[in-house]
């Protein structure tokens, strides 16, 4: 277990620092990353982000019920920011920053060279996701975050409806 090992290391970056059981690497073995970077980088939440409650909100007060952070079988770690299983409807709602939105994306300065990869390498991983999921017959919806809920719950409620009717 993690709070069982002994060292410096753990003190620092052991479970009090840690998401959902894994240790984040410290801060100097990333290149150009400060500590006061790290820290807000590691307080950015990873669900239950104020678009995503908004959605939920309404769809829920709109009379739809879904499952939360549904884990995607055969893909380790991953997981449907809400689902709706019935009608096999997956809906992610996705940050600017982290999925490189076309509108807003943004091109850190400092590290540059390692964010582009570690970005590139998310946005490839949100269409390898799509792609298992379309193949197991889900739709999948992807919302950003600067999209405004009242679009995003109209966009999820056709599917989820379409999906329902048989249409």
Same mark, same amino acid.
């Given at each position: 277990m993690i709070d069982?090992?002994?060292?410096?290391?753990?003190a620092k970056w052991g479970p009090a620092n840690s998401h959902n059981g894994v240790?984040?690497?410290?801060p100097s073995s990333r290149p150009g990353t400060t500590t006061v970077v790290s820290r807000r980088m590691a307080r950015q939440r990873t669900r239950d982000t104020r678009p995503? %409650?908004? %959605?939920?909100?309404? %769809?829920?007060?709109?009379?739809?019920?879904?499952?939360?952070?549904?884990?995607?079988p055969?893909?380790?770690?991953?997981?449907?920011d809400i689902a709706f299983t019935r009608a096999r409807v997956a809906v992610f709602v996705d940050g600017c920053f982290w999925?490189?939105?076309?509108?807003h994306r943004t091109e850190p300065k400092n590290n540059a060279a390692w964010w582009r990869a570690k970005l590139l390498a998310n946005e490839a991983r949100d269409r390898v996701t799509d792609q298992h999921l379309r193949d197991?017959?889900?739709?999948?919806?992807?919302?950003?975050?600067?999209?405004?809920?009242?679009d995003a719950y109209l966009r999820v409620a056709l599917a989820v409806d379409a999906a329902g009717t048989g249409m």
């Open positions: 069982q090992q002994p060292g410096a290391y753990w240790v984040s690497d410290p995503e %409650l908004a %959605l939920r909100r309404a %769809l829920h007060a709109g009379g739809y019920r879904y499952r939360v952070n549904l884990p995607i055969g893909l380790s770690r991953q997981s449907i999925h490189r939105c076309p509108t197991a017959g889900w739709t999948v919806i992807r919302c950003w975050e600067h999209e405004s809920p009242a």
